[in-house]
């Protein structure tokens, strides 16, 4: 059975950073793409990053491209997201998935429909 479980959430003052696990299991881990995905109430689930497991080629949102940064390590199963100089506008949610299609794609696709998996989710919080 597929799993993913995110861990690293919590509060942080605006300008800290974080860095977000995903914990991946029941899959082979290189045949997939992982995203890290965010949502607040009211809102729609928002791409924030992908990464191709095989290739480790990446995508990353506007409102994050130059903060946050993806990794992946197939050994440990595991896919990082490290988040540098937080603002309150990024406090949400945050959820990592799993897309099965990843080892065809040249770059990640990275929209939540596309996704089949998901974690269950970790709190970030960011204070002004």
């Known amino acids: 059975e597929v799993q993913l479980v995110e861990s690293g959430g919590g509060l942080v003052q605006a300008g800290g950073s974080l860095r977000l696990s995903c914990a991946a299991s029941?899959?082979?881990?290189?045949?997939?793409?992982i995203g890290w995905f965010r949502q607040v109430p009211g809102k729609e689930r928002e791409a924030i990053s992908c990464?191709?497991?095989?290739?480790?080629?990446?995508f990353y949102a506007d409102s994050v491209q130059g903060r946050f940064t993806i990794s992946s390590d197939g050994a440990k199963n595991t896919v990082y997201l490290q988040m540098n100089n937080l603002s309150p506008e990024d406090t949400a949610v945050y959820y990592c998935?799993?897309?099965?299609?990843?080892?065809?794609?040249?770059?990640?696709?990275?929209?939540?429909?596309?996704?089949?998996?998901w974690g269950q989710g970790t709190q970030v919080t960011v204070s002004s």
């Open positions: 998935a799993a897309d099965s299609h990843g080892k065809f794609w040249y770059t990640p696709r990275c929209r939540a429909y596309e996704y089949e998996d």
């Open positions: 990464i191709i497991s095989s290739t480790s080629t990446t």
């Open positions: 029941g899959f082979r881990f290189d045949d997939y793409a």
